[in-house]
């Protein structure tokens, strides 16, 4: 990997600096990415960020991914708020939404649930589909579906498999589309919303 430097702006007016590949200590190698609302991973300091440059080793994303965690290690935490730690490898990532995004619904050869495939990672990269508990931004009408806790609790559906699940969204008669989803329509089952992901949405300040 080049070590090419890198300086963000934050949405709080500072600047953090970095160097990919850099060596804050004996035999510690520090690097950091950028996952955008698609799925597609790419080195934070890429200029151009298009499916042309993005991570796709699929041995790859799934390491870097199953290791992926909330960053409490005292460095970059603001502005990387997300951490893989590979060997002596330090990976920071920052995300256009959430770090997790979901990109595929597959089938489950285990069982009748489906899977929700994240980040390039197919059926390694997956979590248990669950509609009842898939949520609609009220504002940007982006979904939101459960991902795994230590990496915070929520995962973006990227928006090509959103529009394709959108049909399945059933609106209160008296609000049609403009009003929140009230009931997920999947195999022939109406399963109401729990919208339990609201409260996590707002703690990350994506409300």
Request: net charge neutral.
């Amino acid at each position: 990997i080049s070590q090419n430097c890198g300086t963000i702006s934050t949405s709080m007016g500072s600047t953090a600096s970095y160097i990919q590949g850099q060596s804050p200590e004996p035999r510690i190698r520090e690097y950091f990415y950028y996952i955008d609302h698609q799925g597609q991973l790419f080195l934070d300091d890429t200029k151009v960020k298009n499916f042309v440059t993005c991570f796709k080793d699929k041995q790859f994303l799934v390491f870097f991914f199953s290791r992926l965690r909330i960053n409490q290690s005292g460095r970059y935490e603001e502005d990387f708020p997300f951490l893989s730690l590979c060997g002596r490898e330090r990976n920071f990532l920052r995300c256009d939404d959430r770090p997790v995004v979901f990109t595929h619904l597959l089938p489950n050869p285990a069982g009748d649930q489906e899977l929700l495939s994240y980040c390039g990672g197919a059926e390694k990269l997956s979590v248990p589909f669950q509609p009842e508990a898939l949520y609609m931004h009220p504002v940007s009408g982006r979904v939101y579906h459960p991902g795994l806790e230590r990496s915070g609790g929520v995962g973006l559906v990227r928006s090509s498999l959103a529009i394709e699940l959108s049909p399945s969204f059933v609106y209160p008669p008296e609000s049609g589309q403009s009003g929140q989803p009230t009931h997920f329509l999947w195999k022939g089952l109406e399963h109401r919303l729990t919208n339990e992901l609201e409260l996590l949405l707002l703690a990350s300040k994506i409300i």
